[in-house]
């Protein structure tokens, strides 16, 4: 181990996992992660990758300034152990883009500064699952993540089409998506790929083209997603957008399943999925379990459903045998899935007589009656709505209504404001039945 004094930017280390090579060798909170194998870190692709390897030189900054290098054999593919004050170990990229249907640009005014920021960073597609454009990134970024072996990356397509994907995302840039797709799949980088559906834009023979394409790219390209734009009542000065009926909704669905028996003749998989919402849309029942094919696009709303009744059904199968006193109990959820946790409200009640169970739908007063996903319920809203309930036990609301790292709604009311307002145990469920039947049972 030697030591020197060396000045280094500031990869601050936050956490130390335990049992790892950083809690074995003595690093703490706090220290700095300068360099390894001499070389200083730009982010945390360029970690991963440096990391990999049976043999790895590591400078650390301790608190005094010191710098402490670590000779380490490790495991070819094993991590230090650490996490980081920034989980980038950089600043996230934003985007550039004017997207037809970004929700961002269809958020009200005066909103906490974070809800309006539009990342578009190829990392957080790796880190976690986030889509990306493609569209703000340099040759050098696209060979970057070749060389790094960065998959699977997840990517927002909409459109294979050069000119109607510029005049989508509003960008000069974004018609090189196809090339840039070529590149990945001679590379045998594993993509996901997700097309937001627009009425008279993107669909019919725009829809045709943009699967065509992305077929051709098959294995590499694995699975695609399609969506429905989603409109707020905050729409002024965009392009306007119709939104999908029943009617539409249905025409899409004929389509989608006379695509996937074609992919799954010619392909061995069914290759393109629907979100839950053109089911519901349409009137019609959820695909079967095997038709979801391992859930391969959870999430972007694919499946979502159809794995949550899964996962309750087989939880109360253990339960079977359990009894639990009376409860009186309030799932709040978003208009869209109103039937379908009803259907789920009434299994639990059948295999535990002494609960009672309320489904009730959330109105999105707050973004507009068009909006009807759980993920955008506002605070505001949960407590106009569910304070009229008297003799509740518990309310349970799904964890898809809070910001993804803390209990706060989008309108930046928290969860403790939602028990105060509403004098009630308020309990946040993750979306899984496991989770949904302990909170229920208790």
């Given at each position: 181990m030697e030591l020197k004094n060396i000045n280094e930017d500031k990869n601050i280390i936050e956490e130390i996992y335990k049992d790892s090579i950083a809690e074995e060798i003595g690093l703490e909170i706090g220290d700095v992660l300068v360099s390894i194998n001499g070389k200083p870190i730009k982010d945390i692709l360029e970690y991963k990758y440096l990391i990999s390897d049976n043999q790895v030189l590591v400078a650390i900054e301790k608190k005094d300034g010191e710098i402490w290098e670590f000779e380490?054999?490790?495991?070819?593919?094993?991590?230090?152990?650490?996490?980081?004050?920034?989980?980038?170990?950089?600043?996230?990229?934003?985007?550039?883009?004017?997207?037809?249907?970004?929700?961002?640009?269809?958020?009200?005014?005066?909103?906490?500064?974070?809800?309006?920021?539009?990342?578009?960073?190829?990392?957080?597609?790796?880190?976690?699952?986030?889509?990306?454009?493609?569209?703000?990134?340099?040759?050098?970024?696209?060979?970057?993540?070749?060389?790094?072996?960065?998959?699977?990356?997840?990517?927002?397509?909409?459109?294979?089409n050069p000119d109607l994907r510029i005049e989508m995302l509003r960008n000069k840039n974004a018609g090189k998506l196809y090339s840039i797709l070529k590149r990945f799949h001679k590379a045998g980088l594993a993509v996901n790929c997700q097309i937001v559906l627009v009425p008279g834009i993107n669909d019919g023979e725009e829809l045709e083209r943009t699967l065509e394409d992305l077929r051709r790219l098959h294995p590499t390209v694995k699975s695609v997603a399609v969506v429905p734009i989603g409109i707020t009542k905050y729409r002024e000065n965009l392009k306007k957008v119709d939104i999908f009926d029943k009617d539409l909704s249905n025409k899409v669905l004929d389509y989608i399943e006379a695509k996937q028996n074609e992919y799954l003749e010619s392909l061995g998989t069914r290759f393109v999925?629907?979100?839950?919402?053109?089911?519901?849309?349409?009137?019609?029942?959820?695909?079967?379990?095997?038709?979801?094919?391992?859930?391969?696009?959870?999430?972007?709303?694919?499946?979502?459903?159809?794995?949550?009744?899964?996962?309750?059904?087989?939880?109360l199968n253990k339960y079977s045998e359990l009894e639990i006193g009376?409860?009186?109990?309030?799932?709040?959820?978003?208009?869209?899935?109103?039937?379908?946790?009803?259907?789920?409200?009434?299994?639990?009640?059948?295999?535990?007589?002494?609960?009672?169970?309320?489904?009730?739908?959330?109105?999105?007063?707050?973004?507009?009656?068009?909006?009807?996903?759980?993920?955008?319920?506002?605070?505001?809203?949960?407590?106009?709505?569910?304070?009229?309930?008297?003799?509740?036990?518990?309310?349970?609301?799904?964890?898809?209504?809070?910001?993804?790292?803390?209990?706060?709604?989008?309108?930046?009311?928290?969860?403790?404001?939602?028990?105060?307002?509403?004098?009630?145990?308020?309990?946040?469920?993750?979306?899984e039945g496991k989770d949904l039947i302990h909170k229920i049972i208790n």
């Open positions: 380490i054999e490790k495991e070819f593919d094993e991590d230090l152990g650490i996490a980081f004050a920034n989980s980038l170990i950089d600043k996230a990229k934003s985007c550039s883009n004017k997207c037809i249907f970004c929700y961002v640009d269809q958020l009200p005014e005066n909103m906490r500064e974070t809800l309006y920021f539009k990342d578009d960073d190829s990392r957080l597609s790796f880190l976690q699952g986030n889509f990306i454009t493609l569209t703000n990134m340099s040759d050098d970024e696209i060979n970057r993540i070749i060389e790094y072996r960065l998959s699977p990356i997840n990517i927002s397509v909409h459109t294979t999925f629907l979100s839950d919402e053109f089911y519901v849309l349409a009137g019609r029942g959820l695909p079967s379990t095997e038709k979801y094919e391992r859930f391969p696009q959870l999430e972007n709303g694919v499946g979502l459903m159809k794995s949550l009744e899964d996962e309750v059904d087989f939880e009376e409860k009186s109990v309030i799932i709040a959820t978003g208009t869209l899935a109103e039937n379908f946790m009803r259907g789920l409200a009434d299994k639990i009640m059948l295999e535990f007589k002494n609960v009672s169970i309320r489904v009730v739908p959330i109105i999105n007063n707050f973004l507009g009656h068009t909006i009807t996903v759980s993920g955008l319920v506002s605070g505001g809203d949960l407590i106009l709505q569910l304070s009229k309930y008297e003799d509740v036990d518990e309310i349970i609301i799904p964890r898809s209504m809070m910001k993804g790292d803390e209990e706060v709604f989008l309108d930046d009311l928290s969860i403790s404001d939602l028990r105060n307002q509403l004098n009630v145990p308020v309990t946040i469920s993750e979306v």
